[in-house]
Every structure is written in structure tokens, then in C-alpha cells.
């Protein structure tokens, strides 16, 4: 695929999606680790972010997410990656997803992020679609759950950076850095990738 890294994130509790993810047939790295320490704070940021998002106590399964997530923009970081590819473990891609990522990407404009899923049934209003376009500009709040997005390697370091600790689940947060560091945000239509915890194939960690 046209990206220099694959990243694909796993919960440890969560076995049963490994079977899964064995079958895919690209290669990725599995990111399995857990945070040592409570990772994240109690004190909200001083900024209006634009989402339902009131501040409660995280699970740790979401405290536990954001950490993985983290752990790549600084992977990304340090080993200069142009961009990369994350990936939760409840991923369900298609059958020819490679080839229909390539070309997707081939066709999107200057990006920092790209969320090619359909996390939480989110899609370009039927409205807004325009024939042969795939990528479209989101203005923020642009996150899309986080079981499947691009970034690239000035993105990451920049989350790298100024993401070193959390108040809300990974997605709610992003929203946040979008904003403040003006991150130029696509979603491509239609999706490439189901997020299997809210079909019903798995279980859910978070909900």
C-alpha cells in the first residue's frame, strides 16, 4: 500500500479479534501495549471543543486506546515516517482493499488526516456528494471514531508532540488537536472499512 507504515491496534482482553486480523493479507504492526501509569487527567482543557463531549471518567479500555494511539504518532516521529495507516482491532476491510486504498489515496488532495471508515454510521451528507470525487474536506469536529485513518508524518509529530496526555476518549481528543493545530481533514466516500464492534461481529471495549 501507499504508506510507509501499517499500524493495527489490539487489546489485549479482546483475543478473539486476533483470528480476524490474522487473515487480513497486508502486513502491519501490532501495537499491544498498556500504560503503566494512569494516562490521562482530570483537568479538562480551557477550550470550547466543538462536540457533545462533557467530561466524565474514562474506562480503562479507552484510556488504554488512546495510549496505543499515541504510541504511534511517536513511532511515526521518531522513525520519519511520510504517513501511515492505523487500524483498530475490530477492523472489517474488502476483499480488494489494497488496491481501492491506493487508488483512493492517489486521488485525495494535501492531507494531514483521513478517516476512511464509517465509524458511528458517519458520511458525507447524499447532498454533498459529487460524481467520481472520493475525498471530502471536513471541518471540524472531523474525527470519525478511530478504528481506520491515515496521518501523515508532519501530523504525528506534531500529536507527538502536543498529545502527551489525555481528559477524553482518543476521538473527542483529536477533535481537539484538529482545531487547535488546523489539520487539513478528509473523509473518503464511500468507506473502505466497517468497524466491527457496532455491526455486531464483536463485542464493544468501549460502549
Not at 474525527?143 to 489525555?166: E, F, M, P, W
Request: proline letters at 4%; charged letters at 25%.
Amino acid at each position: 500500500m501507499l504508506v510507509d507504515k501499517v499500524y493495527m491496534l489490539h487489546y489485549i482482553p479482546l483475543m478473539e479479534r486476533l483470528e480476524s486480523i490474522k487473515k487480513l493479507k497486508f502486513k502491519y504492526d501490532i501495537i499491544c501495549d498498556e500504560p503503566v501509569e494512569q494516562y490521562h487527567t482530570n483537568d479538562i482543557y480551557n477550550w470550547e471543543i466543538k462536540t457533545e463531549a462533557p467530561f466524565r471518567d474514562l474506562r480503562q479500555s479507552e484510556i488504554s486506546l488512546a495510549y496505543k494511539h499515541i504510541l504511534v504518532y511517536k513511532d511515526i516521529f521518531l522513525n520519519r515516517y511520510k504517513n501511515a495507516l492505523v487500524l483498530e482491532d475490530d477492523v472489517i476491510v474488502l476483499d480488494d482493499f489494497e488496491e481501492q486504498f491506493d487508488n483512493n489515496l492517489k486521488k485525495t488532495p494535501e492531507w494531514d488526516m483521513i478517516f476512511i471508515g464509517s465509524g458511528c454510521n458517519l458520511s458525507i451528507s447524499q447532498d454533498d456528494l459529487i460524481d467520481n470525487q472520493i475525498a471530502y474536506r471536513k471541518s471540524n469536529p472531523a474525527s470519525k471514531c478511530t478504528d481506520s485513518y491515515c496521518i501523515s508524518g508532519q501530523a504525528a509529530s506534531k500529536l507527538a508532540t502536543n498529545l502527551v496526555r489525555h481528559s477524553l476518549p482518543i476521538d473527542f481528543e483529536l477533535n481537539y488537536w484538529i482545531e487547535k493545530l488546523d489539520f487539513k481533514v478528509y473523509w473518503w466516500e464511500p468507506p473502505l472499512v466497517k468497524q466491527g464492534s457496532q455491526i455486531g461481529i464483536y463485542k464493544s471495549a468501549i460502549q
